[in-house]
C-alpha cells in the first residue's frame, strides 16, 4: 500500500496516526505529516539485532531487568504531532505504558 497525495499532504494529530492502522510499514509522523521511511535492507537488519542482544545482556548482566526493557521498533510519541519509530528503544519498564500501547510482546510473557 503507498500513500495517496491527500494523505501526505494533510496534517494529522499523533492520535489520529496512532489509530489508522493501514498504514504502510516504516512510515512515520513528523511534525503532523505522515512520512514514508526507506526500506530497511539486510545490513541494517543485521546490526539492529546485534545491538539489541548486546543491549539485553548488559542489561541482565547489570541486574537491570527488572527497571529496563529493549524494545524493537516501537512507535514512540514525542508530541502531539509526532510519533517515530526508531530501530530499538530502551525504557523504563515503570513508564513502559507508552510503550505497551505499540509493542505489547515487549511487556508480555516473553519480556526482556
Known amino acids: 500500500m503507498s500513500l495517496s497525495a ?7 494529530t499523533f492520535a489520529e496516526y496512532a489509530a489508522m492502522g ?11 505529516r505522515l512520512s514514508p521511511m526507506s526500506p530497511r535492507g539486510d545490513p541494517h537488519t543485521l546490526v539492529s539485532s546485534a545491538v539489541q542482544t548486546a543491549l539485553v545482556r548488559v542489561i541482565i548482566a547489570s541486574g537491570l531487568d527488572e527497571e529496563l526493557v529493549v ?9 502531539h504531532k509526532t ?7 530502551l525504557t523504563d519498564r ?9 509493542c505489547p510482546r ?6 526482556r
Do not use: N, Y
Open 22 to 32: 493501514q498504514l504502510p510499514k516504516h512510515v512515520e509522523l513528523l511534525d503532523g
Open 83 to 89: 510519533g517515530v519509530e526508531p530501530d530499538i528503544a
Open 71 to 79: 524494545v524493537s521498533e516501537p512507535t514512540l510519541r514525542l508530541s
Open 94 to 102: 515503570s513508564r513502559g505504558t507508552r510503550v505497551r500501547r505499540f
Open 106 to 111: 515487549a511487556f508480555g510473557s516473553s519480556s
Open 6 to 12: 491527500d494523505l501526505l499532504a494533510r496534517r494529522f
